[in-house]
């Protein structure tokens, strides 16, 4: 289940922007509006889509509360809106405009204020007037919020030195219709929370496997996604003591060993994972991906430089945290990737 935060679909299609309940964070700082997912609108076989006509086409609002499903998996970025709750209009204890954090206010969540329980539904008041308490985390000054910092190397050593190792072996898929198959490549998928994806492409799940062997991290703070995207907008944002997000080669101080490139998928473009292993004055530097030309290899040439980046690249930097690695059981137990709103 969720709120509703954008009703108006620039393709047409009926879309809805949600921010789902014990899922995506509250906080607009740390998860904005635009980066949530579009969600899709199910109709009932007899309306006008079912039959190809138009005419037909939702009624939610900012701020109603719906239900619906993700169909993607783990990779929780796909989803159907099924329902809607009746009367489900959130009001001033779940939104905090001045704080910009919650589920959402009678006119939005960049809205004058909230709504007035013992008023008409358009008179609102501010946020002190009506005793809003904001989670913990809002607040925290803009002016406070932690500044990327110089780690060490020791962790990025570490992960380069798993990755190398496979380029090494020269580890390869099936050929013919068992591509993106293999026994060699299932290994990387058992690093992940979908260790049955066994066909789907394998980079993301590669870097998993290559995280996770080199013992930086605890397990609980592992990435398990096998979905590009997810490293960022899911694994990044919920473990931001331990991973650093730059979007340019400048912001990041340069390129350095054991970073972690993701190119984001957008549309019909293709994400893509690699792991930096050396990178040089000039801003030249070689990865070791998996899935490449269908095997783990080590890339180099003109993609690898920083003058080739883009905007869908994202530079991922794991800290020298000095945590255990993955002995022993995580402080708390991480819930599943399931196919359901939480």
Known sequence: MGVVEVEQDPLGMGRVKVRCFGYHNPDRKLLPTSALPWMQTIFPVTAGPASGEVGSS?????????????????????????????????????????????????????????????????ELVSA??????????????????????????????????????????????????????????????????????????????????AVKESGVLPEDKLPKSGFSNNWIDIWATKNSDVVQVFNTAADAAGIQRGDIIVRRKVKRS??????????????????????YGNTVKKVSGPSRNVKALTSRHYILRIKDTGVPPNQGLPESPSEPEGALFP
Not at 151 to 164: D, H, L, P, R, T
Not at 168 to 186: S, W, Y
């Open 58 to 122: 939702p009624t939610l609002k900012i701020n109603s509360i719906v239900f619906g499903a993700f169909y993607d998996g783990g990779d929780l970025q796909d989803a159907v809106i099924l329902g809607t709750v009746p009367g489900g209009v959130l009001k001033q204890a779940n939104y905090d405009p001045e704080t910009d954090v919650g589920f959402g206010s009678e006119f939005g969540p960049f809205g004058a204020g909230i709504p007035n329980a013992d008023a008409p539904r358009d």
């Open 128 to 209: 002190a007037t009506a005793g809003v308490t904001a989670p913990r985390m809002a607040n925290i000054p803009d002016d406070e919020y932690p500044e990327a910092v110089s780690v060490g190397s020791g962790a990025g050593n570490k992960i380069a030195a798993a990755a190398e190792s496979q380029a090494k072996l020269g580890i390869t898929e099936d050929d013919g219709p068992n591509r993106d198959r293999g026994g060699r490549i299932e290994k990387y998928w058992s690093a992940t929370s979908t260790p049955n994806s066994v066909g789907a492409v394998w980079c993301a799940a590669f870097a998993c496997w």
């Open 270 to 291: 293709h994400g893509h994972v690699s792991i930096v292993t050396k990178s040089n004055a000039d801003g030249s530097f070689e990865t070791v991906d998996g899935n």
